[in-house]
């Protein structure tokens, strides 16, 4: 797992820097994350890996799905595998990250729960939706199974102030 973070081009917003979470897919570096995490970054991403902070590049993005591929000059000893199994209604699911970025520390967050829906907002059949807490920063982590495969991607959840437990991942298939 990486905490990702990036300078915005200016007139993006508020913050100087946008930051979530991410999760390496093999032992060459490349990870996956959110498009919208990265989004306003331009191309200026770095990732906080083993205590560094390690400049990584876009590869690809696709903005429908919000994924993101990016690639740092790092070798990660473990990586996340994605399930070839379907995610079932009720199967339980581990979601990590970094919520609140490092202002509320730099150890990884854990949370746990189950899959409440095949569907995302709308009708979405890309995603899932979880009772797993996911907050701002989570967005890009992993949701994974009992095995540690990768079941989705955290991308978003209902405001805290209208509903509880209604979060959101992109499926990994």
Same mark, same amino acid.
């Not at 070839?84 to 209604?89: A, E």
């Given at each position: 797992y990486a905490f990702l973070?990036? *300078?915005?081009?200016?007139?993006?917003?508020? +913050?100087?820097?946008a930051s979530g979470t991410g999760f390496f897919i093999n032992n060459d570096g490349y990870f996956v994350t959110n $498009?919208?995490?990265i989004a306003s970054c331009n191309n200026q991403s770095k990732i906080s890996y083993e205590g560094k902070n390690v400049s990584a590049r876009l590869i @690809?993005?696709?903005? !429908?799905?919000?994924? @993101?591929?990016?690639?740092a000059d790092v070798s990660p000893r473990k990586y996340i595998i %994605?399930? $070839?199994?379907?995610?079932?209604? &009720?199967?339980? =699911? #581990? @979601?990590?990250g970094y919520p609140l970025g490092k202002g509320l520390s730099?150890? &990884?967050? %854990? !949370?746990?729960? %189950? #899959?409440?829906?095949?569907?995302?907002? +709308?009708? $979405?059949?890309? *995603? /899932?939706?979880i009772d797993a807490a996911i907050n701002p920063g989570n967005s890009g +982590?992993? /949701? =994974?199974?009992?095995?540690? *495969? &990768?079941? @989705? =991607?955290a991308v978003s959840g209902l405001a805290k102030d209208q509903s509880e437990g209604i $979060?959101?991942?992109i499926k990994a298939s």
């Open positions: 973070q990036g *300078e915005k081009s200016p007139g993006s917003g508020k +913050g100087d820097k $498009n919208h995490v @690809a993005k696709d903005k !429908t799905l919000d994924l @993101a591929l990016l690639k %994605i399930s $070839n199994d379907r995610p079932k209604k &009720l199967q339980k =699911v #581990i @979601a990590a730099d150890d &990884l967050k %854990i !949370t746990q729960g %189950i #899959i409440s829906s095949l569907k995302g907002f +709308g009708d $979405n059949s890309n *995603e /899932i939706q +982590g992993p /949701i =994974v199974n009992d095995d540690g *495969e &990768l079941v @989705a =991607v $979060n959101f991942g």
